[in-house]
Each structure stands twice: as C-alpha cells, then as structure tokens.
C-alpha cells in the first residue's frame, strides 16, 4: 500500500535554500522509502528532494513557501520531518 | 526515519588537489557541511613544498578513505587526473573495481559527492551525483 501526503513551510534561514540547508534537507529526505518533490510553487516545478544537485540548483531564496508533496509507504513521516526541518532553520546554528 | 548508515558502509571521497590549502580547504568544506559519516582524506602540493600532486600521497589518501563500498576521486587539473589514474593502476586487482575519479570540479564535487555518500548510496551514484554538476 502506498500513501501520498503534502505539507508547506515558509523558508526563514537567512539566505535560503543554498548550500548547507540543500545538504541537511537532501540528507533527510534520503532517509525514507517515498518519492520526495518539493516546490517553491503549487503549480511546481516540482524538484526532486533527494537530489543534491538539483536542490541547491533550485535556489529557493528566504521567504519562499515552500511546498513538499511525498509518495509512498512513509511519506506522511517524510513530509512532517522535512516540514519540522525547515521550520527548526536547518539545524543550522546562525 | 532508518538508521544512520555506518561510516564503513559508505563510499569513501579523496580531493586530490596542487595546492595543499585547496585539497585541505575542500575537505573542510565537506566535513562541515555533510558531517563525520563519510570516510574522507585528502592530499596536495609536491614533496618537496610548493604546487603539486603525487602518486605516493594519492595512494596513502585512498588507503586512509577506504571503504568497502568504494572511493570516489576529486581532482583538479592535469597532474592531478594522471597520477590519480596512475594510483588506481597500481592498487590491487580487487580494490581497483571500486575506485572511480569523477569527472566534476574538484570542491564542489566534493560536497555533491559525500552528500551523496552519506546517505549510503553506491559508488556508481556517488560518481553520477558529482558529475551532474557538470550535465546542468
């Protein structure tokens, strides 16, 4: 059985999704079994959470609202940790 | 959310750079932004001090990053890919198979290389990640 689920967060770390947050939300997102897509849009495009290239390459700035939308066994966990990743800035001490 | 992967199961990354402050500059970069769950050692500069590589150095550097998973190579330029390649010639038969120099830049392949790394993926996805740099 698979599971979609979808979840929003506003991205408040000081300059955005660039390198270290790319490679905090890459590393986690590698952690679970589902297919992982984040937007900085609804409407997408849609990138592909487990791809370090691409998520730096997206180069969401602060501010941005950004949309995760997850398929598989444990997505529902997926999105929430990512979710509660961004809104804890990253681990990222400033 | 699985299990940390063990730092012996990943893929080892060797910076292999002419300058010593880049190779060592690199692999802080790598350490501080993925963390401690990547084999990781780098080497620089010739013997004698000064700009250069080595096949001596690159060898001590693929023996101290080793991992059964494989190790990925990151260069700079010209002398850094020849005795890389010249390195991975003379290991062994066996441990040959799992050594690959990826053809990305040297720091930031690094980071995109033990991004990848950390998360437990294979040699041949840890080398595809660094080089998609430069596919965009």
Known sequence: ?94 | MTAKHKIANNVGIVIVSHSPDVARGAADMVRQMVGDEVPLAWCGGAPGGGLGTNVEAILAAIDQAWSEAGVAILVDLGGAETNSEMAVEMLSEERRSRVVICDAPVVEGAVMAGTEASAGSTLDQVRRTAEELRAR
Do not use: C, N, Y
């Open chain 1, 1 to 94: 059985m698979t599971d979609s689920a979808t979840g929003s967060v506003r991205i408040e770390h000081e300059i955005g999704l660039h390198a270290r947050p790319s490679v905090k939300l890459t590393q986690l997102a590698k952690t679970f079994e589902s297919k992982i897509e984040f937007s900085a849009s609804p409407e997408g495009p849609w990138v592909d959470a487990k791809s370090i290239v691409k998520v730096m390459g997206s180069k969401t700035p602060k501010g941005a609202l950004l949309h995760f939308r997850a398929h598989g066994q444990d997505a529902e966990a997926a999105v929430q940790a990512l979710v509660t990743l961004v809104e804890r800035d990253f681990e990222l001490t400033p």
